[in-house]
């Protein structure tokens, strides 16, 4: 976890190197902004509904996105990247986050290609995973800036998280004495989607987190807790969410814990090979 003035917009700053557990993952449509700067061979990112993966050679930015999204790792992979709060990601983007919403951007789309070019090549010339990450952080210092609004999406946010998505929205608005309007506004450009939508991933990500898949699993139960009392909407939500039917995420989640136990990655994604 990076100090100031990197605090409370970044979960955690990481290196990835060697074999992936696999060669493509599917990964749900978590309420996590991510951007990695790749030092080895392209991956490909297929987003939402797009039929095709698209090729990254130097790395992508990704907003909180509204479906499951492919990845595909090269062998070996390297790269160093950032997880980011929901609200972290925009202090670091020359656009609104809307923008880039289930459109993933190059990293040099958003830093430019003499900058990328550079950063690549300090990357690539440090001696230690551990100088790779002071390099990004200083980097992200380098390049933070102030946001109009910033703060009130960031505790809205956080009400919505400390609540697992369940909070009305509308009892929110009035704690922040703002309109909707403006707050529905300040977090499309901020986070890429509304409140109410955030809501929605913070509330599938509780549940499927919650889902134990060792455990003989009653769907109308996991539906009914996750605020759906119309199953075939629960399933619909839940394809779209992690790109899979719950039979079939059950099944791939068994895969990834009885061939990788303990696996840095084993919290989320699951096979989608």
């Known amino acids: 976890m990076p100090g100031p003035p990197l605090d409370g917009l970044i979960d955690d700053l990481y290196y990835l190197e060697g074999e992936p557990p696999y060669s493509r993952l599917m990964l749900p449509a978590a309420p996590a902004p991510l951007l990695i700067v790749n030092l080895g061979a392209p991956f490909l990112l297929r987003a939402g509904a797009d039929p095709e993966a698209a090729e990254f050679a130097d790395g992508c930015v990704v907003t909180t996105p509204t479906r499951a999204w492919e990845f595909g790792y090269p062998t070996p992979t390297r790269s160093v990247g950032v997880h980011f709060t929901p609200w972290g990601l925009a202090p670091f983007l020359p656009m609104p986050a809307a923008q880039l919403c289930d459109r993933p951007a190059t990293v040099e789309q958003i830093w430019g290609r003499p900058a990328l070019a550079e950063l690549r090549q300090r990357l690539a010339s440090a001696?230690?995973?551990h100088e790779m990450l002071m390099l990004l952080e200083e980097e992200l210092v380098r390049r933070l800036r102030t946001m109009d609004g910033l703060d009130i999406v960031r505790d809205v946010s956080n009400a919505i998280a400390e609540s697992g998505g369940r909070v009305p929205i509308s009892?929110?608005?009035?704690?922040?004495?703002?309109?909707?309007?403006?707050?529905?506004?300040?977090?499309?450009?901020?986070?890429?989607?509304?409140?109410?939508?955030?809501a929605r991933s913070y509330r599938f990500t509780a549940t499927v987190l919650a889902i134990d898949v060792a455990a003989p699993i009653e769907w109308g139960d996991v539906a009914a807790r996750a605020g759906?009392?119309?199953?075939?909407?629960?399933v619909h939500e839940f394809r779209e969410f992690t790109g899979l039917t719950p039979t079939r995420y059950v099944v791939a989640r068994q895969r990834f814990l009885r061939e990788h136990p303990d696996h840095v990655l084993e919290g989320w994604p699951v096979p989608a090979d």
Do not use: N, W
Request: no cysteine; charged share 25%.
């Open 127 to 129: 001696d230690t995973p």
């Open 171 to 198: 009892d929110l608005g009035v704690a922040t004495h703002a309109s909707s309007t403006y707050v529905a506004k300040r977090f499309k450009e901020v986070i890429g989607v509304t409140p109410k939508r955030l």
């Open 228 to 234: 759906y009392f119309d199953q075939a909407h629960f």
